[in-house]
């Protein structure tokens, strides 16, 4: 694993940015977390910290993992590399004797020469078997002799000897890796010795794209993504549960692999031997990490380190995603297709892209859309399994355009493709009142995608978690949405979306609206939920064609748009396009485009602001007309041909091949060519 500069663990230093943390906590996962940390802080200085740190949602994970456990139980050995550290193997030793069943756990030391002395030590702990080398061979051999000497009938746990296992962490892992037969590895959430996240998945690091590291390292124990479990790349050899099945199939670690990366290569070939890792957060336990591993690359690792990537560095960064005449290959994977600028913006890109010659399709666990006409084929499946199946082993750049569709892409481009997620909001802000759907969303953003958005917002959100992104906005068709002649506007118009979205606020739209002087404007809404209707003289208009959307945005004197948030805000976009004048609040990804006094008039979030705002345009004749047509000219900018360039450049350079070069000094090395953005 990637020996990078090491955090100050010091309870002092905790401290430091805390309104910061306290900020994003509230921001990513609500407040009932907050609350919840701020709760139990006091008592992260007490001997209940390792309670607090299992997290509520851990601790409720680990309830049908024990029952189950009770009842199916197996046998297993657990592997403790050792190297002059009789003291660390005495305390693991004893930590998994109180909180396992002894009957069920053979614990087999496998020492790696340490000399007689050491030796001695070992052999003086009770109820251990110990295998002890005559010469040092480094980590992958030493677990192996451990693995030797194991039950050939059991499955294997292997342990550092830093560790300090926790109630109920084997049940957890055995029941993870039992729950599916194709499953061949499973790994725990480690936590530092203050709580704080040591492990929680192997990913690619960012900046140093020649290692690999620990995903959500230094997070509070209870960081909301860190539990949900889950399909990873790898997981560490600090901690692996392997199925017995796993090894009679790919065999034992690599000892080619002097130190380090024997681990991810270990779990790569279950990958290609058809088994899944996992990552299990339920299961938990301390990792007293430096005492073990040191902060210097050494010869052994850097020898590691190039083998891996003349194995590994074209299975990684140097994928086919081409057909055979050259054409870019490019899967888009919806959950359904029903009406919404989202599912517009995705399938205009479908069209423009197979305009011009790309191999696009679609798949979806809905039918083919028919409010828009796709001109490309459509491939629609029952559930995401089989979804899976089909796209699994296609060669093509996958797309995930929703949270619920980022799992089953990324399942499908381990072994083959390149998976993009296309980010069009954070989906988090869409629970308010769920800090576990939040926490759901957030574990979807993986390292592993390459990321398309729709603002700068929407790339500030996942800068936040250390994901680089490429924001291309919305495209909008300046032909279909475009002023008509003259006359066909009216001087006492509000159109709106009605939407009974929370984030649409429409509810402010209607304070608004009632605020204004009798005689009131007509309010015109429109969409697919009439219910929305309040009456009062109001009208709505339901499912629109384009045609009949860009004739209610001509006759509008002003459109309205109140949106708490949005990931970007196509409507104000098309009404700009129209040449109508706008009043909206800012929505985040709708700061992209509106400006203040110069394209439309950004109101405060209240309903005087608002109506202050919607009476001042309908008022001033010219200020409609100079807001009208610097929107026309802000929507030309996002117009589809240069807008396809923008997306259509984004996935050459995902397709074009990578490499890492290596450094002469640790974290020196580069992933050049094609995805060098990306990991730089």
């Given amino acids: 694993m990637s020996d990078l500069p090491r955090h100050d663990l010091r309870p002092t230093a905790r401290l430091a940015h805390l309104g910061r943390r306290a900020l994003l906590t509230y921001r990513h996962l609500g407040a009932r977390t907050l609350a919840y940390r701020l709760l139990t802080f006091p008592l992260r200085a007490t001997p209940l910290r390792r309670y607090v740190y299992l997290g509520p949602r ?22 403790i590399p050792s190297y002059r550290d009789a003291a660390l193997v005495e305390s693991l030793v004893a930590s998994i004797r109180r909180t396992t069943r002894r009957a069920l756990v053979h614990i087999v030391v496998s020492d790696d020469a340490s ?33 030797r000497a194991a039950d050939p009938r059991h499955d294997v746990v292997v342990l550092n000897s830093d560790m300090v296992a926790l109630d109920g962490w084997l049940a957890c892992l055995q029941y993870a890796a039992h729950r599916d037969e194709d499953v061949g590895i499973v790994g725990a959430r480690l936590l530092y010795p203050d709580g704080r996240i040591q492990f929680a998945g192997t990913v690619r690091n960012l900046g140093a794209p020649e290692w690999f590291d620990h995903r959500f390292r230094f997070k509070a124990a209870d960081w909301g993504p860190a539990c949900v479990g889950g399909e990873a790349l790898a997981v ?10 796993l090894i009679e199939r ?34 938990a336990l301390e990792h007293h990490e430096s005492v073990t591993r040191g902060t210097v690359q050494g010869e052994r690792e850097a020898a590691s380190q190039r083998l891996f990537w003349s194995r590994w560095g074209d299975f990684l960064d140097a994928r086919q995603v081409r057909d055979e005449h050259g054409r870019l290959r490019i899967v888009y994977v919806t959950h359904d297709t029903g009406v919404g600028g989202g599912h517009r913006e995705i399938f205009e890109q479908l069209n423009r892209l197979a305009e011009r010659g790309h191999d696009v399709r679609l798949f979806t666990l809905d039918a083919e859309p028919d409010w828009f006409a796709l001109r490309c084929p459509v491939h629609s499946f029952l559930d995401y399994d089989t979804l899976v199946d089909e796209l699994a082993p296609l060669e093509a750049i996958k797309v995930a355009t929703w949270w619920k569709t980022a799992p089953p892409v990324w399942r499908a481009s381990v072994l083959t493709g390149i998976p993009v997620y296309f ?8 629970y308010p009142d769920s800090p576990r759907a939040r926490s ?28 680089p992104s490429t924001a291309v906005g919305c495209g909008v068709d300046v032909e279909r949405f475009a002023p008509l002649p003259e006359g066909s506007r009216e001087d006492r118009t509000i159109v709106a979306l009605g939407r009974r979205n929370p ?15 009798e005689p009131r404007p007509q309010l015109c809404l429109f969409g697919s939920e009439p219910d929305c209707h309040p009456g009062e003289g109001a009208s709505y208009v339901i499912a629109p064609t384009d045609e009949e959307v860009n004739g209610l945005y001509n006759r509008a004197t002003v ?20 040449g109508t004048a706008v009043v909206c609040t800012d929505a985040d990804g709708n700061r992209d485009y509106c400006r203040d006094g110069e394209n439309c008039l950004i109101a405060a979030a209240d309903a005087g602001s608002v109506a202050g705002a919607l009476a001042r345009v309908i008022g001033d004749a010219s200020l409609r007309q100079r807001l009208g047509r610097a929107g026309r000219q802000t929507a030309l900018d996002y117009a589809w041909p240069a807008h396809i360039d923008a997306v259509e450049a984004f996935f050459e350079d995902v397709a074009r091949p990578g490499r890492v070069v290596l450094g002469e000094r640790p974290g020196s090395g580069a992933l050049v060519e094609g995805q060098q953005a990306r990991l730089a």
Avoid at 120 to 145: D, K
Avoid at 260 to 265: H, L, P, R, T
Avoid at 440 to 467: D, G, K, P
Wanted: charged content about 25%; proline content about 4%; overall charge neutral.
């Fill in 503 to 517: 984030l649409k606020n429409l509810g402010l739209t209607l304070a608004a609206w009632r605020r204004l002087d």
């Fill in 559 to 578: 459109f309205v748009a109140t949106s708490v948030h949005e990931g970007f805000g196509l409507p104000a976009l098309e009404a700009m396009a129209a």
């Fill in 423 to 430: 980010v069009q909001d954070q989906e988090s802000s869409y």
């Fill in 250 to 283: 790919i065999g034992l670690l690599d000892e080619q692999y002097p130190m380090a990366y024997e681990d991810v290569d270990w779990c790569l070939r279950a990958w290609q031997a058809g088994m899944r890792v996992l990552y299990y957060p339920a299961a």
């Fill in 236 to 245: 560490t050899g600090a901690c692996m549960y392997v199925r017995r099945t």
């Fill in 115 to 147: 000399g007689p002395e050491h030796v001695a030590r070992l052999r003086a702990i009770a109820g251990i078997e110990v295998v002890a080398a005559q010469e040092n061979r480094g980590f992958a051999a030493n677990v192996n002799r451990g693995l």
């Fill in 58 to 79: 851990a601790v409720a994970d680990r309830l049908p993992a024990r029952r189950w456990y009770r009842r199916h139980g197996r046998p297993v050995t657990v592997v």
């Fill in 440 to 467: 759901q969303v957030l574990e979807t953003y993986r390292h592993e995608f390459r990321y398309l958005t729709t603002s700068e917002w929407n790339s500030e959100r996942l800068a936040e978690l250390h994901l």
